[in-house]
């Protein structure tokens, strides 16, 4: 039988050599109990953050002002944590996962508005929710609806000179006016008359 208690703050910092190229920065808080029989479902308590940035090299994105909360119970722990982009929008991420292999959970992610860009070939803006249900160590189920916002792409950044390259016939959906202006001026409307553009 156990009777323990753990109160204090660790740097995440300790991360860094696990999850490498990413990195984290930012300060832990943890109040722990372990009452009973030695397991996971003797464990309780909460780890919390504030202010913590993450940077994800390979997506060229860091989420920053990350204040999370996780409440340990039974086995379980329901996860509570927000953040915004550097450049720009928010996301909540809530849910419960279990502790034990192959660790169940339904997590739900909100996005507001999040900027993403490359800051090189390409800006938009996201917002939706996404909800992912099953065992973390694969094969759950992820859905939902992301929708992006005004979208621009630097073509002339693309590989292979993408500006010398033919331009693939584009299905445009509900253009107004001054885009089909646009396009003609391109000459990429064909008028039936065998003077149009490609």
């Known amino acids: 039988q156990t009777d323990l208690a753990a109160k204090g703050q660790l740097r995440l910092n300790v991360a860094n050599l696990f999850i490498s190229p990413n990195s984290v920065d930012g300060p832990a808080n943890f109040d722990l109990t372990l009452k009973g029989q030695p397991s996971l479902a003797a464990l309780r308590g ?22 999370a909360t996780v409440t340990i119970a039974d086995s379980r722990a329901d996860i509570v944590m927000t953040g915004g982009l550097r450049a720009g929008g928010g996301l909540r991420v809530g849910g419960t996962v279990a502790l034990s292999p192959p660790f169940d959970g339904r997590l739900t992610a909100d996005l507001s508005n999040l900027v993403l860009t490359d800051n090189i070939s ?26 992006f916002g005004r979208t621009e792409i630097n073509l002339n950044t693309a590989s292979g ?34 003077n149009g553009g490609p």
Request: net charge neutral; glycine share 14%; charged share 10%.
């Open 46 to 67: 909460t780890i919390s953050t504030s202010g913590t940035v993450l940077a994800i090299p390979s997506v060229a994105q860091t989420i920053e002002n990350i204040g």
């Open 122 to 147: 390409y800006t938009t803006s996201a917002s939706g929710q996404l909800v992912y249900a099953g065992p973390l160590t694969g094969n759950g189920d992820l859905s939902g609806e992301i929708r």
């Open 161 to 194: 000179a993408a500006g010398a390259a033919p331009i693939p016939p584009i299905d445009h959906r509900g253009e107004t006016a001054a885009v089909r202006a646009t396009l003609k001026r391109a000459g990429l409307i064909v008028t039936g008359n065998g």
